[in-house]
Structure formats: C-alpha cells, structure tokens
C-alpha cells in the first residue's frame, strides 16, 4: 500500500477537480465567442439594406473575452498540475511547508472581473 494513501487520493480529487473546471471555463469562452459571432451574423441578417454594415454594441470585446476565457482554462490547468506535484511532494516530506494560494486568488479575482464584464457586454447586447 502507498504510504499516506488518502492525502494521495485527495490530491488527485482536487486535481481532476481544476482539470474538470478549466474545460468549463475553456468551453465557456468557445461559447462566449461563436455568441459574439451569432451576434453579428444576426445583425447582418437583420439589416435593412443588403450589404449595410450594422454595429453590434461591444462587438471585439466577445471575441476577446471569449479569448481570455480560453487562455484562463489553459492557465487553470497549468497551475493545477503544478499544485498537484508540490502537494504529492509535500505529502511525502516529513518537513511542514506553508501553501501559496496568491495565484489561487488572482486567477479567482480575473474571473469575478471577467465575469462582470460579460454580463454587462451581454446585457448591452440583449437590450440594443
């Protein structure tokens, strides 16, 4: 049997727990720039004049949001790996380590700020 089994397995449940959230907020952003693409197909669409050329309110910023949703996952996913290895470590060390959660927090307050952001795009959108 391995030794300190269970704070093994739970590393790894945190692990696969990161992995599992990155591909969200991955797919997330997909979803936020094939949105900002509707949007404009639709207004192209919808225009009243073939051809017209129709502003959609924030247009880039979908597109770039979606972006750094994309790369946020991809950092996500980095970082947990990163985690998962200095924790197995640690666990395996007799000596006590502080954890670091600064870039747990700085990931957490880009999201939040991400996050608002895209509602206001969003609503603004829905509104025009």
């Given at each position: 049997m391995i030794d300190h089994y269970s704070d093994h397995a739970a590393n790894e449940?945190?692990?696969?727990?990161?992995?599992?959230?990155?591909?969200?907020?991955?797919?997330?952003?997909?979803?936020?720039?094939?949105?900002?693409?509707?949007?404009?197909?639709a207004a192209q669409s919808l225009a009243r004049i073939p051809g017209q050329n129709v502003v959609v309110p924030g247009g880039g910023f979908g597109d770039v949001a979606g972006l750094i949703l994309i790369i946020a996952g991809t950092v996500m996913v980095a970082m947990a790996a990163v985690r998962f290895i200095r924790t197995a470590q640690a666990i395996d060390s007799p000596e006590r380590r502080p954890g670091g959660a600064r870039m747990d927090l700085a990931l957490s307050a880009l999201m939040v700020i991400l996050g608002i952001a895209l509602t206001v795009y969003v609503s603004q959108a829905l509104i025009a």
């Open positions: 449940r945190t692990f696969l727990a990161w992995v599992r959230t990155a591909i969200a907020v991955m797919a997330f952003g997909f979803l936020v720039a094939k949105f900002n693409l509707f949007l404009k197909i």
